[in-house]
């Protein structure tokens, strides 16, 4: 049966308070997208960093929740992603979201150490630090079940500990304000992504090479181009 | 125009039109032995070098040849792609519909309502009877149940009274209801109607335009053989220039046939020389499109900065405080802002060595498909080969998107979803499209206006048909994405046009245009929505009924509300701001939207059942 022949409630009485509804909102909101500071506020949230700032605590997250995780059989890659962040459903463009990302190879990520252990311990070992617990869910599907633990910190950090199709590990920075390209600094990755290697996926924000690869020079190899050496 | 009314629909026989297509199909293939038996037996047989060596002999041959090429080419464009191509799309398209109508006009009746009107804009009413049984209070037992109200029995006791209180809400669920209805029929009829105008003009075109025959052999051959080859290569071209300006009634599926029908020379002709006929084109295969449009897009900026050099010194021959100075100087910021605005595309899409470039996280190549200056700016961008993969994710942005955010955010969150899908779906191949191909309003007092939800659905249906065109293979599980005004966008395609896809997901939606997911033209099972507590926009459903509505009938799915106030009396923080949260967007927003994420990659790859 269709939805249609199942209606409950009335559509003009539903429309009646629709538009209401959609009179008072619209009070609000065109000033929402008009300024792009947002209508109640003149200044976005501080946030404890900006996004140059951000990566290294970030990383360092990523490194402590690895350092609590016993048998770690290390993540296969790592990359950082970035999402816009909007006020009143508009993207602010002085404001950027990092997200980084490690997620275990395909394998490791069906095991149980990572898919069910990791997700007791972290739960504990972030509790323990103080850190609160936003998300902590179960998803049964036909193969496999789905996991989500989320751990906020004070500054505005959060983890997320996910196990789908693969597992991985989130960081997330909350909206910082955007820096200039070149100050973006390296930060070595952990959990066993060698730097600059295959797993380690920073290119985008290092045009020139990623500096853990540029520096990383055989001492004692001749070099394949001696036109910089001539 | 369109002249089918519901009846016809009703009753058409669709198997009938499909047998005429399949009989041009036959046709085509046994005539297709005829140019064949001319070049085998004549050219290569009595008529050969062998038997035959002289000047005209050659001439014949020629000629010959030609004509079995000309035959060949008429029946493989003509024949197939037009005519039979033509019959089955429009069978498909209107059986499609005839199912629905076949299902909705029984509930119609059944709910003692009526259609009434003219056939572009159907009215479904109450009928004289249902009128008069509400009136008597004796309203029928469906209408009785709706409003949770025993059927009264006749005398005058407490169920009578309750009815007669009840009278308005009974009339207004009755009359809901009817709208309800209208909004299915209308969007059914407006889909056969558009089906119906496309057969027909495709048909129309085909007599109205014939090709060219080889020259007849005699005194003036010569001279007339070389204008009939030159218009021969100058056919495709204009036939492909009439296709990417929109002036060819070609569908997707048909100009992937005239597109698999040209020689490789040839498509690597058009693609080298106007890659402006190649690169926007749905029904083209995605590869072909990116290296079009990327030396497409290459042009467009050396164009640019040719133009803006000269006005920079046209600028500075002027005296800066002339009106002419204001208006070049509005100009050269205008075209330095689409100069900047190309070069970051460029930038997203391109690897250290000029190359294509290739989404990092997931390893997946990026397509160029489109781009546009005009308005806010276009761009669709594909993370991976929508013509390979198992699953498609087309996300429409919505409100204040343009190509200045295809450079940037909106690919960022477009690149996030290819992510996600891959994470949840390791053992499938999800290519995820930025589908930038619609000019969206700037402000939420534009988004108000479905102009530009009705503007870009034709655009939206194009681009879903040639997804389908050009899938090798088994195709691809489609989904369009429609964040908040892309919503609309999705709805208004959908509704209007009709989309093939497979699912459609409503995020943060002010209303899609019509008041049930019935009216979409897509099964109902595919139809989805989600709205977070605290987005504003559920208490602004400006474009009909909100499609997280229980009445609404899609799949609803959950979002978290990461957004906080930042203080209890700031109450309305929460509610503006969680407006982008579907994809932990929002300044200060705390935390992941880890449902929102999952539940959408879920959707998109198949694994409905793990939707929470």
Known sequence: ?230 | MSELTWEHLRDLDCGAVRSLGDSWQSYTEQQLVHPERLRADVVGGHLSVEHYESDTAATVRDQIDMTADRYEDDLSDYARTRVATTLFEAADALEKEQAELEELVPLIEAHGMAIEGDRHEYDVNLSGDLHRAILTLDPPQWLCDRCGVRKPDGFWDWDTLKVLFDGADLYGTAVGLAGQYQDWLRAVMSRAHDADDEAAAALTAMSEHPGELPPELGAAYDDLVDDYREALSQEVADEARAIAEGASDLSPEQVNQWWEGLSEAEREALAEEHPEWVGPVDGIPAAARDTANRALLDDRIGGLDSRIADKERALAGMDPGSDAYERAKEELDGLETDRRELSDLRGEITDRDGGPGTHGETGQPYHLLGFDTEGSGKAIVAIGDPDTADNVNAYVPGTGGGLAGSGAGLLDRARTMASDAQFYRPDEQTATVLWMGYDAPDDLIEATDDRWAREGAENLERFTRGVRATAEGEPANLTLTGHSYGSTAVGAAASGQGVEADNLVFVGSPGVGVDTASALGVDEGGVWASTNDEDMIQYAPVHGNAPVNEDFGAGTFTSDSPREASSPWRFWEGATENHGSYWDTDESATGPNTASRQNQAYIVTGQEAMVR
Not at chain 1, 145 to 156: H, P
Not at chain 1, 190 to 197: L, Y
């Open chain 1, 1 to 230: 049966m269709r939805p249609a022949a199942d209606l409950r409630r009335p559509r003009t009485a539903g429309r009646r308070a629709r538009f209401a509804l959609a009179a008072a909102a619209l009070a609000i909101l065109p000033a929402a997208c008009s300024n792009p500071k947002g209508p109640m506020e003149t200044a976005p949230p501080e946030s404890a960093y900006t996004q140059a700032e951000a990566y290294a605590p970030m990383e360092a997250a990523a490194a402590e929740a690895v350092a609590a995780l016993p048998d770690f059989p290390g993540f296969e890659q790592r990359s950082w992603a970035e999402m816009p962040c909007s006020r009143g459903g508009v993207d602010d463009p002085d404001y950027t979201r990092i997200e980084i990302r490690y997620r275990f190879s395909l394998p490791d990520s069906g095991a149980p150490l990572v898919r069910e252990r990791y997700v007791e311990l972290l739960r504990d070992h972030w509790t323990g630090l103080g850190y609160e617990i936003t998300a902590d869910d179960a998803v049964e599907g036909g193969e496999r079940t789905d996991r989500n633990l989320v751990a906020l910190r004070e500054d505005g950090i959060s983890l997320w500990y996910a196990v789908g199709g693969y597992a991985g590990l989130f960081i997330d920075s909350g909206c910082v304000p955007v820096s200039d390209a070149g100050d973006i600094e390296y930060v070595p990755p952990t959990g066993g992504v060698a730097p600059g290697g295959p797993g380690d996926l920073v290119g985008d924000y290092f045009p020139e090479g990623v500096p853990a690869a540029r520096e990383a020079v055989a001492p004692f190899e001749p070099p394949a181009d001696y036109g910089d050496h001539l």
